[in-house]
């Protein structure tokens, strides 16, 4: 027994012969081929075309798309950093006052502390400052020391220093002093 492919041969597709059969020219049916052949290269080629371009395409989006990242990283505290030039330039005048008194010092350096406090508020930066007797919370606190006190055990005792958040990520903790 043989493994012959029967659909291979000539007419198993449904299509005559291509030697001499009743109905067509040798020479008729080659020439059709050759241009179905030609079809299909052409296809072929202005879809590998069409292929290159959104290739292309996509290398330049992603290439853009670095530059972006990388412009949004550089640059991306721009308007923080516009925002506390005015803050800046408070301070600059207060040192090149004169006459000062220590109320006027004190006057100056609260509008300063209300511009920045302006500046925050716009950027959403909050200030962490846990009350006493606030439990201690370790995402959003820093145990200095443990201290005795008639607070309940793990509560806070005293604010050292605030902490800040920035979009309700931490930036820096508070750091606190918490009841034994």
């Known amino acids: 027994m043989t493994d012959t492919d ?27 081929l050759e241009g179905k052949l030609a079809q299909a290269i052409a296809d072929a080629e202005k879809l590998r075309e ?3 371009r959104a290739k292309a395409e996509t290398d330049n989006v992603r290439r853009r798309g670095q530059d972006d990242v990388a412009k949004a990283h550089r640059f991306g505290i721009e308007g923080f950093a516009g925002a506390l ?59 200095i020391s443990p201290v005795e006190s008639d607070l309940e055990p793990g509560s806070v ?3 050292l220093q605030k902490g800040y958040t920035l979009h309700d990520r931490v930036l820096r903790p508070a750091l606190v002093t918490v009841s034994q």
Do not use: C, Y
Request: aromatic share 6%.
């Open 85 to 143: 030039l005015a803050v800046k330039d408070s301070l600059d005048a207060a040192l090149t006052v004169e006459n000062t008194s220590i109320d006027s010092f004190k006057q100056g350096v609260e509008l300063t502390a209300r511009q920045l406090d302006s500046v925050f508020e716009k950027f959403a930066v909050k200030e962490i400052a846990p009350a006493p007797g606030e439990k201690f919370d370790p995402h959003r606190h820093q145990a």
């Open 157 to 159: 005792v005293a604010v």
């Open 6 to 32: 029967f659909s291979a041969a000539p007419g198993a597709s449904g299509q005559p012969p291509l030697s001499g059969d009743a109905d067509g020219n040798l020479d008729t049916r080659l020439l059709d």
């Open 50 to 52: 069409e292929w290159l």
